[in-house]
């Protein structure tokens, strides 16, 4: 159990354009879920926390009109890149709480390249 | 010179052998602590986790040991592994439902 997926693991696209991911959590619900970036050779870090059926909570430093956060359903976290620039070039990585343990799973990671 | 943070701190262990990763953690009211293993272009993957009311827990072949007086927790993984090699990572749960705050991580390389 707790398992979670995300779609696309990899995505390439031109500069300008938007590109979403999902994070799903396919067998439990997730009232929280995170969403991280993740350079080379660096630790996790993380961007905003995605609240099911509320505003996300961003990190100092994140934009919210850029990176847009919707949690739609308690097993469903979008992460929208909005006119993404190559510098937004990274491994984007989410996570859910498994509530009955506290425990967060993560995602598989998804691989953004902006040309 | 080589800057702090451009290359993770790497183990090196014969395989068979014994590991050990240690991390220091940030804050001393931290209740709960996990290890991640994260293989190269993968999330991270739960390995074992351990509550601040215990200094000591047990999996196949891993062990958590944490320290609260010098806030320092450890990884032990028992006869090493070449699939072992992988990037660790310890994170803590600060107090007042926070998120996880991750270490620097360490890379475990394993020779056969």
């Known amino acids: 159990g707790a398992v979670v997926s995300q779609h696309p693991s990899r995505v390439i696209c031109k500069s300008g354009t938007s590109v979403k991911i999902e994070c799903r959590s396919l067998d439990f619900q997730a009232t929280t879920m995170f969403w991280y970036r993740q350079f080379p050779k660096k630790s996790l870090m993380l961007m905003a926390t995605s609240n099911e059926g509320s505003k996300a909570t961003y990190e100092q430093g994140v934009e919210k009109d850029k990176f847009l956060i919707n949690h739609a359903s308690l097993t469903l976290s979008t992460l929208t890149v909005t006119s993404a620039h190559p510098e937004d070039s990274s491994f984007y990585i989410c996570?859910?709480?498994?509530?009955?343990?506290?425990?967060?799973?993560f995602g598989p990671g998804t691989r953004l390249t902006v040309l | 010179g080589e800057s702090v943070g451009l290359h993770l701190p790497t183990l090196s262990v014969q395989e068979g052998d014994n590991s050990i990763i240690n991390c220091a953690y940030s804050?001393?009211?931290?209740?709960?602590f996990i290890w991640y293993k994260q293989e190269s272009g993968k999330g991270p993957q739960f390995i074992i986790d351990i509550r601040s009311n215990m200094d000591k827990r047990q999996g196949q072949r891993v062990t958590v040991l944490l320290n609260k007086t010098v806030k320092h927790l450890s990884l032990q993984i028992a006869a090493t592994q070449p699939g072992d090699s992988a990037v660790y990572f310890c994170a803590e749960t600060p107090p007042g439902n926070t998120p996880l705050v991750f270490g620097k991580g360490t890379r475990l390389s394993v020779i056969a």
């Open positions: 804050n001393s009211a931290s209740d709960y």
């Open positions: 996570s859910a709480i498994y509530t009955s343990t506290d425990t967060q799973y």
